[in-house]
Each structure stands twice: as structure tokens, then as C-alpha cells.
């Protein structure tokens, strides 16, 4: 945990609870980390924004060459207005764009995601050059949830359809230039390599294809029994299958990934306090009511996903087994679900908490501020503090009441 006691009791003086805290060393070694993959004839890192668009985080980004992946129009706006040159940017969304003509107009890189897409961007940018997404017929990710490839999944152009893919874009004279796969948040290492040589196979059919993009999705251990994916070990494995796609058919592949996970996962975490205490007896369960829950980190409740917490207690406590909860009217705003089984309730092993305590929930950098059930219950938006230099600065205020009700119409 990058954060000190001291500077937890700091943030909840300044700013209140609860509220993000972002790390500038952890989310640049990160970068350094991801930039250093290991690739044969040339390499783009993408962010994958839609993991945290907070526009300080895009800016750090940005100065360290990164390029960005946009999953929707809106994505793409934020990511021009936090700097980087339209060329830098590559839309990949589920929604047919509704700025076709003049993404493209502008140099922003487009990403067809299903025949529609590909059909809608002939039509709209005759004679120019596409990415196709395909799924490859293969998925993996940390649950159902948060898996995009196979069958089950609705993510890009099935690959039995590569045929389809190839006449419409004949038919508008567009050239596929480039080629996409992403197969799942979490994704086994066995299974990424797997598909990242099914992808190669597919490049093999698409003799315009120069950029292959294998997308992200490495897992990334928040908790101590997790384990992340090593860039490097499956970077290396990637390289060689480059260097044998050149071999076989005299072409040199430029290589993009596009994580979002493990860039700012571990860089960021919730200060928050505990509230209440309440158990329910000896067959019971104790619980921390947490003022931070769904609405902040939102990842437990959907789909059982682990974060680290800690009470921070000023002096010695015993141990205790407690199941921590946010303070929504939901029986589901559980941050301790069993991994197994979000519906069930797993207690961990802390400092038994007490009412007034800072806790720190972990790991809360990637899809925590940007997947929030915002408003829920009418909790106002947590702030959003980056930790720099020894320094803690406001990157994104609280909500204010009024913020929260600007958009009702009066009669
Ligand atoms: C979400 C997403 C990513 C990033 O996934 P992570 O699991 O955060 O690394 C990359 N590419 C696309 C197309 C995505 O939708």
C-alpha cells in the first residue's frame, strides 16, 4: 500500500471520506513496466481508458508517449480535450460511432466491431483505411462478467465471418489495415498466448493487415494470494510468434496491447471511515459498515471481484473476522463477497474496527471512480486526490448537492 497512515488521516482532514487517492510513482512504474513489453518489429501501448478517464491520470499518461484506447464518441472527446493528437486515439466501442465522418476526418483510428460497424464506416469513409475487432471463438477472463471472446460473447466480428468482413469492406473499397483482439478482463496468461497465435492465424488472411493489437486484460494480483500475468513472459512468447509470422509469410507486424487493469489497478484506493459496527450474534456475522461501498467500488457487488482493506487502528486491536459493507440501502453493497459466490458473505481477518476508524479499500485504481453506480441512495460523487511527490492534490472535487440535481427540470 502506497499509503502512509499519516497521509490516509491527511486526506480525511482535507478532503473528507470517502475519496480516491492516486499514486504518481506507482501509476508511472506501471507504464514503464507495460512500455518495456517485449516485441519484434515495433511497438504502441494503449490505455484502455474506460478503466479510469480522470483527466490527471490521462495527462501522466500522455507525457510518458502512451496512446489511447476510446471504448465509446465520448471517450474520444476526453481523451482530445486531455491533450493527445487524434492519432494517438483508437475508438473500439460496443455502439455504432455516431462521429464517423469526422473522427475520421479529424485522424482519430477506427476500430469496426461488427459488420455494422464495418458496413456503417465503408459507407461513411470510402477508399479509407479500418481495424477490424474479431473474436476469435475463444474467451477468458476472472469470471463470466468480465469475459469478451467465444461464443457467449458479443464483442467483435465472429471469425467464421472473416469472409463477410473482407466483401464489405471490398465493396467500399476500404482497406483492413489493421487487426483486433481482446478476449476478457483477468484473462489466463495460457489462454491470452493461445489466442494471441489464433490471432496471428487470422492476420494470415488479411494480406493488407500491418498492426496486430492483442488488447489487454492482464491479471493483476490486489489481493496477496493472487498473482499478476508477466508482461515480460508473455511478451516474449508474442515476439516469437512475430518473428515465425515473418518467417512464414514475409511480413513484419507492428504489435499494439491496450491494457486499463494493469496500469492503474494497484495506483489507486478509497480512504474511507467506518461508521458503525453491528453484529448478529453468535451464529452471526460482525460487521464494518464502510462510508465507501457500491457507489465507489462497485467491482464486489457485480461480480465478487477481491479488494485489499485495511483499518488503519492508532493503537494495538485484537484480530477479528469481519464482513465489511457500504452504506447503501442494498443488501448486495457487500465489499467482502466470497470469490467463489458474490452472494455469499466471506469475513476477513483485521483489527477488530471500530466506529470512526479510517479504512483503506485497495486495488480501487481500474473500474472503481469510473464504474460507480453514481448517486445511488443520493450519495454525492467521491472526490479524486492524486499523491505526488509527498504532496496530495485535488484532481477532482466532491459532488455538490446542487451538482447532483442539476439536470432535473422544475415544473
Ligand atoms: C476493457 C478493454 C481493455 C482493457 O482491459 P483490462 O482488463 O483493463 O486490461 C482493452 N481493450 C478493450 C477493447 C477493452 O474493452
Given at each position: 500500500m502506497f499509503l502512509t497512515n499519516t497521509t490516509a488521516t491527511q486526506v480525511r482532514e482535507r478532503f473528507g471520506t470517502p475519496c480516491f487517492v492516486y499514486d504518481r510513482s506507482t501509476l508511472e512504474s506501471s507504464a514503464r513496466n507495460a512500455l518495456a513489453f517485449p516485441n519484434a518489429f515495433g511497438f504502441t501501448l494503449r490505455f484502455?481508458?474506460?478503466?479510469?478517464?480522470?483527466?490527471?491520470?490521462?495527462k501522466l499518461f500522455l507525457d510518458l508517449?502512451?496512446?489511447?484506447?476510446?471504448?465509446?464518441?465520448?471517450?474520444?472527446?476526453?481523451?482530445?480535450?486531455?491533450?493527445?493528437?487524434?492519432?494517438?486515439?483508437?475508438?473500439?466501442?460496443?455502439?455504432?460511432?455516431?462521429?464517423?465522418?469526422?473522427?475520421?476526418e479529424r485522424g482519430v483510428l477506427y476500430n469496426a466491431c461488427s459488420l455494422l460497424q464495418l458496413e456503417n464506416f465503408g459507407k461513411a469513409c470510402p477508399g479509407r483505411e479500418v481495424s477490424i475487432r474479431i473474436n476469435a471463438g475463444l474467451g477468458s477472463g476472472s469470471t463470466n462478467r468480465t469475459n469478451v471472446g467465444g461464443p457467449g460473447s458479443s464483442f467483435g466480428i465472429w471469425h467464421e465471418r472473416l469472409g463477410e468482413a473482407r466483401d464489405l469492406a471490398a465493396k467500399h473499397g476500404v482497406k483492413i489495415t489493421r487487426l483486433h483482439s481482446h478476449i476478457g478482463s483477468g484473462t489466463d496468461p495460457v489462454v491470452w498466448k493461445r489466442v494471441a497465435r489464433m490471432s496471428l492465424g487470422i492476420a494470415g488472411q488479411l494480406?493488407?493487415?500491418?498492426v496486430l493489437n492483442l488488447g489487454g486484460g492482464f491479471k493483476v494480483?490486489?489481493?496477496?494470494?493472487?498473482?499478476?500475468?508477466?508482461?515480460?513472459?508473455?511478451?516474449?512468447?508474442?515476439?516469437?510468434?512475430?518473428?515465425?509470422?515473418?518467417?512464414?509469410?514475409?511480413?513484419?507486424?507492428?504489435?499494439?496491447?491496450?491494457p486499463g487493469t494493469a496500469l492503474v489497478a494497484n495506483a489507486g484506493c478509497v480512504v474511507a471511515s467506518v461508521i458503525d459496527v453491528v453484529d448478529t450474534g453468535k451464529g452471526g456475522?460482525?460487521?464494518?459498515?464502510?462510508?465507501?461501498?457500491?457507489n465507489e467500488v462497485?467491482?464486489?457487488?457485480?461480480?465478487?471481484?477481491?479488494?485489499?482493506?485495511?483499518?488503519?487502528?492508532?493503537?494495538?486491536?485484537?484480530?477479528?473476522?469481519?464482513?465489511?459493507?457500504?452504506?447503501?440501502?442494498?443488501?448486495?453493497?457487500?465489499?467482502?463477497?466470497?470469490p467463489s459466490d458474490p452472494e455469499a458473505l466471506a469475513p476477513r481477518d483485521v483489527p477488530r474496527p471500530k466506529t470512526?476508524?479510517?479504512?483503506?479499500?485497495?486495488?480501487?485504481?481500474?473500474?472503481?471512480?469510473?464504474?460507480?453506480?453514481?448517486?445511488?441512495?443520493?450519495?454525492?460523487?467521491?472526490?479524486?486526490v492524486m499523491h505526488e511527490n509527498g504532496a496530495l492534490r485535488l484532481?477532482?472535487?466532491?459532488?455538490?448537492?446542487?451538482q447532483m440535481l442539476a439536470n432535473e427540470c422544475s415544473e
Open positions: 484502455a481508458m474506460k478503466s479510469n478517464p480522470n483527466h490527471a491520470i490521462l508517449g502512451l496512446h489511447i484506447d476510446a471504448s465509446s464518441d465520448h471517450e474520444v472527446e476526453r481523451a482530445l480535450r486531455a491533450g493527445f493528437a487524434p492519432a494517438k486515439i483508437q475508438l473500439t466501442s460496443q455502439a455504432p460511432s455516431k462521429n464517423l465522418a469526422a473522427h475520421i494480406p493488407d493487415v500491418k494480483a490486489r489481493m496477496p494470494n493472487e498473482k499478476s500475468t508477466d508482461l515480460q513472459d508473455i511478451g516474449e512468447n508474442v515476439r516469437q510468434e512475430f518473428m515465425e509470422f515473418r518467417q512464414r509469410t514475409g511480413r513484419a507486424l507492428h504489435l499494439e496491447i491496450e456475522y460482525l460487521f464494518a459498515k464502510l462510508d465507501t461501498g457500491m462497485t467491482r464486489p457487488s457485480l461480480y465478487g471481484a477481491q479488494h485489499p482493506i485495511d483499518v488503519l487502528a492508532a493503537e494495538e486491536r485484537p484480530s477479528a473476522k469481519v464482513v465489511f459493507v457500504g452504506p447503501c440501502c442494498e443488501s448486495g453493497d457487500i465489499l467482502t463477497p466470497a470512526g476508524d479510517l479504512a483503506v479499500v485497495g486495488g480501487a485504481g481500474a473500474y472503481c471512480a469510473a464504474m460507480s453506480t453514481l448517486n445511488y441512495n443520493s450519495y454525492p460523487q467521491a472526490p479524486e484532481v477532482r472535487k466532491r459532488q455538490t448537492f446542487e
